[in-house]
């Protein structure tokens, strides 16, 4: 059985030497030394100024709302995971959805103005398959009507935009390191900021609020991470480097393979001065009905590609606002995640190319 992704597992004995030490110390959470480390690590690896390991990547969204004190309105992109959404209302604010860019799939931000308005306070926007959003023209927008700017990256890590880390646009950037990521800790996620003062509010935000046992600076919410996990997020962290190789070589195979099998499919495109971390592979389809009948030919050899994303975020239930988006509706219905992880053989990509020629076909 293929499934879209695969966790990496590295070596079973360096993962058990931490436990080792875990067990040798009897500290198994609350800012132990190897959430420490995973800490200092990534932040180097980053390229940012202030990391926090969170124990998932939706509390991370959750805390980065509640850290910039966000009211009112959000305006945030349909297309993405369900977590961007939900955390918003969540926190008691309300999305706002304008359309996405048909080239990227990330937030169109020509549609941005025109649906800010006195309630406005922030733009939540995703990078989509890690692909990055046009920050630039964010940014200039957030100045000129002074709103503030979360980036949900939970596909981009790793990704540089201009010889920098995307992480470093906006005034928050959010991960996921769920065990279906690219780099993962089975399960949790990142803030990212290069703002002191944010910093200084995550720190005692994601600990129950807590200045000392006795004292507490403010509201707070439990968004610790385990010594465990971060053991995980250690062990895969060497192995980074062969990961996104492997990943490169088989979405270079994929589309190889593909043009060689005169399949001509539409693909997001990676923007200009982006160094990408080859986090998914997405296909787009004439239509719906050729999706379908492609999953279910996949399906049926035992394959199992993924509608990421499916629906567009403005029919989730709890919405009650009515939305015309052409395009992320229109992308949704048609866009099909292939399947993409470390020790997908060649041969099975070639197959999923094949058969899905074979069904195009007719």
């Not at 941005?112 to 964010?138: D, F, K, M, R, S």
């Not at 935000?205 to 610790?224: A, C």
């Not at 994929?254 to 990408?276: E, S, W």
Request: charged share 20%; hydrophobic share 40%.
């Amino acid at each position: 059985m293929i499934n879209v992704t695969k966790s990496f597992t590295p070596p079973l004995a360096e993962y058990v030497k931490y436990l080792e030490g875990i067990w040798d110390r009897v500290h198994f959470t609350n800012h132990g030394p190897l959430v420490n480390e995973l800490e200092e690590k990534l932040k180097e690896y980053l390229g940012v100024k202030h990391f926090f390991f969170i124990n998932n990547g939706t509390v991370a969204l959750q805390i980065a709302i509640k850290a910039l004190d966000l009211k009112g309105e959000i305006i945030t992109t349909p297309f993405s995971y369900v977590a961007t959404t939900s955390s918003i209302v969540w926190e008691n604010s309300i999305p706002v959805f304008v359309d996405i860019d048909p080239d990227s799939f990330t937030i169109n931000v020509k549609k941005i103005e025109a649906a800010i308005t006195p309630q406005t306070t922030a733009i939540l926007a995703t990078h989509v398959y890690g692909l990055p959003c046009n920050v630039e023209a964010i940014e200039a927008l957030a100045n000129k009507h002074t709103l503030r700017v979360i980036y949900d990256a939970a596909h981009a890590f790793g990704v540089d935009h201009k010889e920098k880390s995307l992480l470093n646009y906006g005034d928050i950037s959010t991960l996921s390191f769920h065990a279906t990521k690219l780099f993962h800790t089975v399960e949790g996620g990142g803030i990212t900021t290069n703002d002191e003062a944010l910093a200084h509010r995550i720190a005692y935000m994601r600990n129950f609020g807590h200045k000392g046992q006795e004292e507490f600076w403010g509201l707070g919410i439990n968004g610790k991470s385990s010594e465990l996990h971060a053991a995980m997020g250690l062990c895969v962290f060497p192995h980074l480097p062969n990961i996104i190789s492997r990943r490169k070589h088989l979405c270079e195979l994929y589309d190889g393979h593909f043009k060689r099998l005169g399949v001509n499919l539409q693909r997001p495109v990676i923007p200009a001065g982006t160094t990408y971390n080859y986090a998914y592979y997405p296909i787009v389809f004439k239509d719906e009905k050729q999706l379908i009948s492609v999953r279910d030919s996949l399906n049926a050899n035992y394959i199992y590609p993924r509608r990421y994303f499916y629906p567009s975020l403005h029919h989730l239930p709890y919405i009650g606002k009515e939305y015309s988006l052409e395009i992320s509706e229109s992308v949704s219905k048609r866009v099909l995640c292939l399947p993409l992880y470390h020790d997908l053989p060649d041969e099975i990509v070639k197959r999923i190319c094949s058969i899905t020629a074979d069904v195009l076909k007719y």
